[in-house]
């Protein structure tokens, strides 16, 4: 078996790893390997098939590796999960919330959370808010209008 068999089989085992692992990381190493098949098959010395595999491999991580990060796993269609899923939703305060006396509960989905105002406003009890981000293990929300909290 030729060396640049070697080079073939090793990118195309790492294209098939590629398949069970997420970011395209060890795909850009097969890509590499593909590349320095072509210095082997026209029998250049070693050192010029690693250097080719080395520019091969930063080239297609710099280049191919974002294209392709882009196309598959677009911003727009990841679905928030976990307490990021709080973010926009409405929430009825348990507590009063007072930032400067360090108060507030709020009940989102069934649980109690600790609540800060996003502008330092007082917000009674019984009032409905909107979560606005999260800090931690507190919820940042501001007051809703009444008529959008109906």
């Known amino acids: 078996m030729e060396l640049w068999h070697i080079w073939i ?7 098939i790893v590629e398949i069970f ?5 060890v795909a850009t190493f097969g890509i590499g390997c593909l590349f320095a098949a072509i210095p082997a098959a026209l029998e250049w010395h070693f050192l010029w098939q690693l250097l080719i595999f080395s520019v ?3 080239l297609s991580f710099l280049f191919v590796r974002p294209v392709y990060m882009k196309y598959l796993f677009p911003e727009e269609e990841q679905i928030p999960t976990n307490v990021d899923a709080l973010v926009g939703q409405q929430a ?3 507590e009063e919330i007072n930032n400067l006396k360090n ?18 406003s007082i917000i009674p009890s019984e009032s409905k808010v909107k979560i606005v981000a999260i ?3 507190k919820l940042i929300v501001e007051k809703l209008p009444e008529q959008e909290s109906k």
């Open 9 to 15: 089989i090793i990118g195309v085992i790492l294209l």
């Open 92 to 94: 009825m305060v348990l």
């Open 135 to 137: 800090d931690g293990v």
């Open 56 to 58: 091969a491999t930063f």
């Open 103 to 120: 108060t507030g509960r709020v009940k989102v989905g069934g649980e109690d959370w600790k609540a800060i105002s996003k502008d330092d």
């Open 21 to 25: 692992t997420p970011g395209f990381v």
